[in-house]
């Protein structure tokens, strides 16, 4: 059933903007409105929601039609580009529907909640060759490109540890307007973590394995609340993350980048340490510090300090950017349903990891994208 068509005719543009469809304009769906009603290139022409009264009041009032399905949705109309944003459990099922009609998909991260879903992802992108974009917004960050930049510097030399970690308080309200977040599928390693994971991977390179703690004690919910890992990169650095969506405290991006302004901001922590051979950064006050080349590395000798630039740009605006121009051909994406898929596997390692206690290498966990 259409829930609201009158305003049809209403929002259609003319000229060759993107008919952007939205699917699931819960937390960062309704960011996605924001920025897409700020857009040059494109408008929301449709948003997929579950027929409840307050996804009605939503789309009056921003005066778009609501459709209950995808297949609705994608019957009544010509759809340029989809944004699905919905509960994980369904990424699957409308990516599917949105490629086989040959429309370019931006997913939210997760890809998908199981391993054997994000391959048909991929799959079914590879056969029909339509692009698939994955949700990790962090990755078009300036601090990510000047923290790599650095990284992979002589004055920071090798890697040989990074701890981060992400560490905040969800309201109670947040799980009681999406119950699906307290459920498999949900919880701080799917909607959290994978971010951190796509992160590690940019910055430090490919995971070889994992060891994992997680508790559900202090929630009690079906998914964990609280996960310790300890990570062994394939060129031999070593790294420590701890997660908790319980946690009375700033250690999270969130709230340490200042990026998304409906969190409070603590300008001078940060969520990261890299240490290399000759230098160290802390992440993301960029504040970084090495020997002088023509000093010896050691305890007893002072660094020099300098703070990193970066511009401040908004990187989900970036990221919608992106997928305007991967939608007109200009661009492939950035992070891919591979590399989605590939985030998504470490963290079934994770997952495996605290569930056994013992170490897992991320390549005992077989993909298969041909079928």
Not at 267 to 294: N, V, W
């Amino acid at each position: 059933m259409i829930a609201n068509a009158g305003f049809w005719g209403i929002i259609l543009s003319a000229g060759k903007r993107n008919r952007i469809l939205l699917s699931g304009p819960g937390l960062i769906g309704k960011r996605h409105v924001e920025l897409l009603e700020q857009s040059e290139r494109s408008d929301l022409v449709a948003i997929v929601a579950p027929n409840h009264d307050h996804n009605t009041v939503f789309c009056n009032d921003h005066r778009v039609p609501m459709f209950n399905s995808m297949q609705e949705a994608l019957d009544a109309t010509e759809i340029d580009g989809a944004i699905i944003a919905s509960p994980n459990a369904v990424h699957t099922e409308q990516a599917l529907f949105c490629i086989e009609r040959g429309i370019p998909v931006f997913v939210e991260k997760p890809l998908a909640v199981t391993l054997q879903e994000g391959a048909m992802i991929c799959a079914a992108a590879k056969k029909y060759k339509v692009p698939v974009l994955v949700g990790h917004h962090r990755t078009y960050s300036s601090y990510l490109s000047s923290a790599k930049e650095f990284i992979e510097s002589d004055i920071f030399g090798d890697l040989v540890a990074v701890r981060g970690s992400a560490l905040f308080r969800k309201p109670e309200h947040y799980f009681e307007e999406g119950l699906w977040r307290s459920q498999p599928g949900g919880g701080p390693i799917l909607i959290n973590l994978i971010h951190d994971i796509g992160i590690l991977r940019y910055l430090c390179g490919e995971i070889a394995a994992v060891s994992a703690y997680s508790s559900s004690e202090r929630r009690k919910f079906a998914v964990e609340d609280t996960v310790a890992v300890t990570i062994i990169f394939e060129n031999g650095a070593l790294g420590t993350f701890i997660l908790s969506d319980i946690a009375a405290s700033n250690r999270s991006w969130e709230m340490t980048s200042g990026e998304n302004k409906a969190y409070p901001r603590f300008s001078d922590a940060d969520c990261y340490h890299f240490a290399g051979t000759r230098g160290s950064l802390d992440f993301p006050t960029m504040r970084a510090r090495y020997y002088k080349p023509e000093d010896a590395p050691s305890w007893w000798t002072p660094f020099d300090m300098e703070v990193l630039e970066t511009s401040g740009s908004d990187p989900l605006a970036k990221q919608l950017a992106h997928f305007e121009d991967v939608i007109a051909g200009k661009s492939e994406p950035l992070v891919s349903a591979e590399d989605g898929l590939a985030n998504m596997r470490v963290l079934e390692a994770v997952i495996l990891a605290s569930k056994s206690g013992s170490v897992v290498n991320i390549d005992s966990i077989p993909i298969d994208i041909e079928n």
